[in-house]
């Protein structure tokens, strides 16, 4: 519409400089060849992490610039999703499956990031009769004692050192190497982490994850070795001097304490198939009386947290030596509830997308002006 | 003798594939009609087998790799009849036919030990097998059907050089693609219902989570691509068989070379 008070027509204010920049970087996220290019930017980056490494569930986690790039392209992604959304406004019914998949998918990656930033998992053994308040966290420590003096019976802590070794499948040359206080070299040569002790063999195809460091003790001339599963101590002794060796992971606390009662494995009847892997536990709050769950696999036992979560207890593995002691995984995810409504809202908005719109569509055409 | 169901609906389905080439290629309706009842007949044999099989193991057909085989390509089978009970144009059917036959063909080849019904392990005793594994296999039965016109696409684009065919094709190839898409987007999702109640997360970043996300990256690229142009024609066809290429690898690749919590391809 022409400006009336204008003879020469239309009078455009002339944008100022950020008006342009923002325009600039708005255009450029809200391009779809920019949403092409980083959803193939995604498939090639994702298949090439399963191509390099062979625990990519590992290194995802705890690999610092493998966490950070999937971060940044979730952003970009997230920053485009959003853009060509605003992008396409006035939101009519017909735009309502791309909205509603965007926004879906916009949902799912917060919910992700809420995971990522307030999740937290981790594994609890326990043998029949034990009980636990604690998990390890997945952040693997090589803890070392030593016996004290004479009038201490126990040996004392003497030196402890985080353990990097994600990414370690990929690369078995790495080793880790650190100097103890007395001069000596303590390394870690191997890793596996699917670790099973056959005689005196060991193997890295056990199922589940039961992961175990192989430690090289060097002091001069000499040295000694021995593989530690985790959660193990170790004792070993080089120029007469001896150490206790405990590959470990970080513990945290629970709000709950877990008993396990029971643990029962079940065959096919005839056949050495297992049917089902049981554990009978006794869960415990402060301040409250304990009752019984049986946590199976595919039947967790959920715990709900005074804040906005949910703690989760899986069945993980079991030692298949003694079969009298139980893994367990444990998670805790306020992010859960938000991804799953950002699942509904993607799978709602394909199916308008693709099977409502081209019908709304012939009715908005065959309608009469 | 046997009977042997599935070998009966493989040679229904190469037979329909034949009857169909001539219907196209003379342009008989009398031949796709034959084509299309040889087709039915095959389906039916098929689904007898898989229902056999559903009776024999007490449980869904789909928890091995010569199970999931076989129902990949009844659903790409049912699709492929879909299409051609609306269109009626023969490439679907003749598309679905060819890849059904081709997937009975080499679940036949599976040794003994893959075709033999074991009982279901701890980890796949859920209800989540049935929703999960059936919309994963709807996906893999869809995108073999597009990998199938697809290739039919190509080789009229280049052999016989039908530009108004191919075109037809390119529209029906996006259409399945679009089922796929869907039913992909439903099983990751369901997948990751499942492994939050058996393994207490929703996603893991297991090898074949993150083929799943591939496959769904490829194919989001490929229906978006044809939105701004760069998906058509040809490259629209090239688009359905790098993305079938990444489906497969996350069907059997991953089971065989990469491992992981996915792995129950293997006998027990």
Redesign the interface.
């Known amino acids: 519409m022409a400006n009336p008070s204008s003879p020469a027509g239309p009078q455009v204010p002339s944008p100022s400089p950020k008006q342009d920049i923002f325009e600039l970087v708005f255009n450029f996220f809200a391009s779809?060849?920019l949403?092409?290019g980083v959803?193939?930017a995604?498939?090639l980056f994702?298949?090439l992490?399963?191509v390099f490494w062979?625990e990519?569930?590992v290194?995802?986690?705890n690999m610092g610039w493998v966490k950070t790039a999937i971060e940044v392209i979730l952003v970009f992604l997230t920053l485009n999703l959003f853009a060509v959304t605003l992008s396409r406004y006035p939101w009519t019914r017909l735009k309502l499956g791309m909205l509603a998949t965007h926004a879906g998918l916009i949902v799912t990656f917060c919910g992700?990031f809420i995971t990522t930033v307030k999740g937290r998992?981790g594994l609890i053994t326990l043998a029949e009769g034990e009980e636990t308040d604690r998990y390890f966290n997945g952040r693997d420590v090589l803890s070392i004692r030593k016996m004290g003096p004479a009038s201490q019976r126990r040996p004392a802590a003497y030196q402890d050192f985080p353990l990097a070794l994600a990414g370690w499948s990929r690369d078995p040359a790495r080793r880790i190497e650190r100097e103890l206080l007395d001069g000596t070299v303590v390394r870690v040569d191997r890793y596996y982490a699917k670790f099973r002790l056959e005689g005196e063999v060991a193997h890295n195809d056990a199922p589940g994850r039961s992961p175990a460091i192989h430690l090289t003790w060097r002091g001069g001339s000499s040295e000694t070795n021995r593989w530690i599963p985790l959660g193990a101590t170790r004792e070993l002794t080089l120029n007469g001097s001896t150490l206790y060796f405990n590959y470990t992971q970080i513990e945290a606390a629970l709000p709950f304490v877990v008993q396990l009662n029971d643990f029962r494995l079940r065959h096919?009847e005839g056949?050495g198939?297992?049917?089902?892997?049981e554990s009978l536990v006794t869960v415990r709050e402060a301040g409250k009386p304990g009752y019984e769950r049986l946590i199976?696999?595919?039947?967790?036992l959920e715990f709900p947290d005074k804040t906005w979560g949910v703690w989760?207890?899986?069945q993980?593995s079991y030692d298949r030596a003694t079969q009298t002691a139980s893994t367990f995984?444990?998670?805790y995810?306020p992010g859960?509830p938000v991804?799953?409504a950002g699942?509904l809202i993607?799978?709602a908005g394909?199916?308008f997308m693709?099977?409502i719109r081209p019908f709304l569509e012939k009715r908005v055409e065959r309608a009469p002006e | 003798m046997t009977w042997q169901p599935l070998a009966g609906s493989c040679i229904a389905y190469a037979l329909a594939c034949g009857a169909f080439a001539i219907g196209i290629v003379r342009g008989s309706a009398k031949s796709r009609a034959a084509g299309f009842g040889l087709m039915c007949a095959g389906l039916a044999v098929h689904l007898t087998g898989a229902g056999m099989r559903t009776y024999a193991a007490e449980r869904p057909p789909w928890s091995d790799l010569y199970e999931t085989l076989v129902v990949t390509s009844l659903m790409c089978a049912v699709f492929g009849a879909c299409f051609e009970a609306v269109f009626r144009s023969g490439y679907a059917a003749i598309s679905s036919c060819f890849m059904a036959a081709l997937g009975l063909l080499g679940a036949s080849l599976l040794p003994l030990d893959f075709r033999t019904s074991g009982p279901l392990i701890p980890e796949l005793r859920s209800h989540w097998l049935k929703y999960h594994v059936l919309s994963m296999i709807c996906a893999y039965g869809a995108f073999s059907l597009a990998f199938g016109i697809s290739v039919l696409q190509l080789w009229l684009h280049f052999i016989r050089k039908d530009d108004a065919v191919t075109r037809k094709l390119e529209d029906l190839n996006y259409r399945v693609v679009q089922i796929g898409f869907f039913c992909l987007t439903l099983g990751i999702i369901l997948g990751a219902a499942w492994a939050d109640a058996a393994w207490g997360r929703y996603w893991g970043w297991d090898p074949k989570e993150i083929w799943a996300l591939v496959t769904w990256f490829l194919y989001g690229a490929c229906i978006h691509g044809r939105m701004i142009g760069w998906c058509r024609g040809r490259r629209a066809a090239a688009a359905s068989i790098l993305g079938y290429a990444a489906a497969m690898f996350t069907f059997f690749g991953v089971n065989f070379l990469l491992g992981g919590l996915h792995s129950y391809a293997n006998p027990t």
């Open positions: 779809v060849k949403g092409v959803m193939l995604c498939a994702f298949a992490t399963t062979q990519p569930e290194i995802v986690k992700a998992d096919y056949s198939v297992p049917s089902s892997i199976s696999v595919n039947n967790p989760k207890v899986t993980n995984s444990v998670s995810d859960r991804v799953y699942f993607v799978c394909v199916f693709f099977w």
